[in-house]
Every structure is written in structure tokens, then in C-alpha cells.
């Protein structure tokens, strides 16, 4: 009897990690604006925590980016966290770091195939220069990701 609820439970876990395994893919965007650059990868909460720390700094750090009206920000992906403005980091995307579709000439804010890409309420990783001068629109966040040249949704 033994065996035969290992083999059930082994299957079971088989059949979950082929599920899990047929994801998504991911799309990776990126600029060549800040070529050879090494970015220091940080977790949210210690990247908005020590803000003053990472200054001038560039930095790969993963959460949840909301767009609208006047707002293009970054915010905690945990459950947890503070979502209010003041946890939030502004993403300033510029003309002057344009981003591509990898292997392609495809541009994140592109009109392609009939729509744009989607990243409002996406979990994206970013990676940026941290700028703690510039706190966004009416200066309502923690700070900004300046020179952004990277984007995975």
C-alpha cells in the first residue's frame, strides 16, 4: 500500500513542476544607454528603506508598476508592504534610453501587431540610476529610476 501513495504523490509533484515549468515566457526590453554598467541588485524594501545609500547608483530591484494619469511609478510587489506614494519610486523612461524588444526593433511604447505592450499592474523587473532628488510628480515619491534601460514583465 506504502508504494502506491509514493508513486501518487511523486506524479502529483511531476505534473505541478510541468505545469509550473509552461509559463509564461518573459519579455525582456533594453537600451544600450548605459552599456557596460554594472547594476547592484536590491530588494525593494531596502532600496526605498536607504534610499540615500543607493544615490547616483544603478540598480536592478523588481515590483509592481502602476501608470495613469501623471503617474508612472513603481511600488512593493509585497502584500505586506506600504503601498502609499511616500514607499513608491517614480519611473522617469526617457527618449534618450529607448527600449527593445529583445532581437528586435520593437519599442516598449510602440504601436505593434495592433496594441501597445501592457505593463500597468505588471510585475516587472527594472533596472535604473537611483535619483533621490527627483522625488516625481509634485513630488509626492521616495525618489526616482532615472536613465532606465532595462524592463522584464
Known amino acids: 500500500m506504502m508504494p502506491v501513495k509514493i ?3 511523486f506524479f502529483v509533484n ?3 513542476a510541468l505545469f509550473l515549468s509552461c509559463g509564461k515566457q518573459h519579455q525582456v526590453f533594453e537600451s544600450n544607454c548605459n552599456e557596460g554598467v554594472t547594476f547592484k541588485k536590491v530588494d525593494f ?3 526605498t528603506s ?3 545609500k543607493y544615490d547616483k547608483q544603478y540598480v536592478e530591484v523588481t ?3 502602476i501608470e495613469g494619469y501623471e503617474q508612472s511609478a513603481l511600488f512593493n510587489d509585497s502584500l505586506f508592504a506600504d503601498h502609499s506614494l511616500k514607499k513608491a519610486l517614480w519611473v522617469n523612461f526617457s527618449q534618450d534610453c529607448p527600449l527593445y524588444l529583445t532581437g528586435t526593433r520593437i519599442g ?3 504601436y505593434n501587431n495592433g496594441t501597445f505592450t501592457q505593463i500597468n ?3 516587472i523587473t527594472i533596472k535604473g540610476k537611483v535619483n533621490v532628488r527627483n522625488t516625481g510628480y509634485l ?3 521616495r525618489g526616482t529610476l532615472d536613465k532606465v534601460s532595462f524592463i522584464k514583465l
Open 50 to 52: 536607504h534610499l540615500e
Open 14 to 16: 511531476a505534473l505541478l
Open 108 to 110: 516598449l511604447f510602440e
Open 7 to 9: 508513486s501518487k504523490v
Open 45 to 47: 524594501a531596502e532600496l
Open 63 to 65: 515590483g509592481k508598476y
Open 121 to 123: 499592474k505588471s510585475f
Open 139 to 141: 513630488n509626492k515619491y
